[in-house]
């Protein structure tokens, strides 16, 4: 579902995309081929894949049914070679390069005992590093380019705390994407090349949510990456030497070209959003629109929420006020009617055991083992070695287990803390999907 229309501007424009195989690189291809766009469609899946859909050849065919031409370049990002050789070929075929698009990446949410260097070289060869070498070596094109743009798929930049503390590497990774933006915006101004970065303010639906989630609920919270394509191809549209520096959210730009009924790019138009990471609230994208000020510091264009400088950590969930002896009994009554859920099928897809920290007058410690056995349920601590431990207020994790919030949403909305493996955190969302019609 696309809700911006094409309107031929970019057409003869060539784009490089780096992971244009699947996901929001190919949402992003197949927008530009309606303006009759020549892409080269840059990544390192040439067979098929036994898991996730799409090859470079299958994305450069449907590119050309669409009405663009594709170059398909077999590339690993990481690889100087590669890159320059996929550059030269793209050069030969179409005679320049207008428009970069970074947007390959690796994602890995461990904390820094548990990221093995292997992962953290990946992530920051891939996000950090290719992002640059790929950007390096299209720049002698793009200074004689049409209305250049680089556009990054990479975050606005926040030091709160809590966007580092359980996956540092990643965090560190992807931020150099945007920092990278932060620095050509300036040093490309000359030549009216522009960067900028371009962020979603929910979840997208793409095969690392399916990773990290996987299931149906998970879908449901999130939108299409067809709202990432009609917000690149809104910026690209835009004056180079004018539209350059910014941390872009893809909400606002639907609004500033006129949208804000955004359902049509949801898959469940009655589900709750999940907040994207590295942002503060939805109630702030919906109000802001983020702009690297190259003064040294990012700001808010209209609102008081800093990103150039740590705000103060969200203040903590209050417990509920007055006799909250009846949350109390139905945090017991919920691991209650969990234990008489749990069956081996549930043990074996879960697979984690869950220590719960529940804030207030009626709270404590609760465990969920899901992992040995035949499962168990208690109050205190868990007999056996907990994978991670989730500190939430009692009113929240009465939400959590009724269906009214999402475990990833409250992770992002900073009402739930992780000690340990976020991903076992994060398989809470496919448990709830389970339960939330029982309990």
């Known amino acids: 579902m696309s809700l911006i229309q094409n309107t031929g501007k970019l057409a003869g424009r ?44 299958t994305v450069a065919k449907e590119i050309e049914e669409a009405g663009g031409r594709a170059l398909p370049c077999l590339v690993d990002i990481r690889d100087e070679k590669q890159v320059a050789d996929s550059v030269q070929k793209a050069v030969a075929e179409f005679g320049g390069i207008d428009i970069v698009i970074n947007n390959a990446s690796a994602i890995n949410l461990t904390k820094t005992l548990d990221t093995d260097m292997k992962r953290y070289d990946l992530m920051h060869q891939i996000n950090s590093r290719g992002t640059f070498l ?33 996956n540092v590497a990643y965090t560190i990774a992807k931020y150099n994407m945007s920092l990278y933006a932060f620095g050509w915006a300036e040093e ?55 539209a350059t520096g910014y941390f872009y959210i893809d909400e606002q730009v639907m609004k500033e070209e006129g949208i804000t009924d955004l359902t049509p790019y949801q898959y469940d138009k009655d589900a709750e959003l999940m907040p994207d990471f590295f942002l503060e609230s939805l109630d702030t994208v919906h109000s802001s629109q ?47 009617k969990i234990k008489g859920l749990v069956d081996p099928d549930m043990i074996k897809k879960t697979n984690a055991v869950f220590q719960f920290d529940v804030k207030g007058d009626d709270g404590g410690m609760y465990f969920l083992d899901l992992k040995n056995g035949e499962g168990s349920t208690g109050k205190g601590e868990s007999p056996n070695k907990s994978d991670v431990t989730i500190s939430v207020s009692q009113a929240d994790f009465v939400k959590l287990f009724s269906g009214k919030l999402s475990p990833t949403s409250a992770y992002m909305m900073g009402k739930l803390k992780v000690k340990g493996d976020i991903t076992k955190a994060m398989v809470l969302d496919k448990l709830m999907g389970k339960l939330k019609s029982k309990l």
């Open 14 to 57: 060539t784009a490089y995309i780096s992971g244009a195989s699947r996901g929001i690189g190919r949402a992003i291809a197949l927008k530009l081929a309606k303006d009759k766009v020549n892409i080269v469609v840059a990544a390192k899946t040439g067979e098929p894949h036994p898991k996730l859909p799409g090859t470079i050849y």
């Open 134 to 166: 790929v950007t390096k070596m299209c720049l002698p094109y793009l200074k004689k380019g049409k209305n250049p743009h680089i556009l990054n798929l990479s975050p606005p930049l926040s030091l709160q705390p809590r966007w580092f503390q359980n």
């Open 188 to 242: 490309f101004k000359p030549e009216g090349i522009a960067a900028n970065c371009l962020w979603p303010a929910t979840g997208i639906y793409t095969a690392a949510i399916e990773m990290l989630l996987g299931g149906a609920d998970a879908k449901r919270q999130c939108r299409s990456p067809d709202i990432i394509a009609d917000a690149a191809y809104s910026i690209l549209c835009r004056d180079s030497k004018q």
């Open 290 to 336: 983020y702009k690297i000020q190259l003064t040294g510091k990012a700001t808010p264009v209209t609102s008081a929420s800093s990103m150039g400088k740590s705000a103060p950590p969200p203040a903590a969930a209050a417990a509920p006020s007055g006799g909250g002896g009846d949350e109390g009994g139905e945090i017991v009554q919920i691991f209650s």
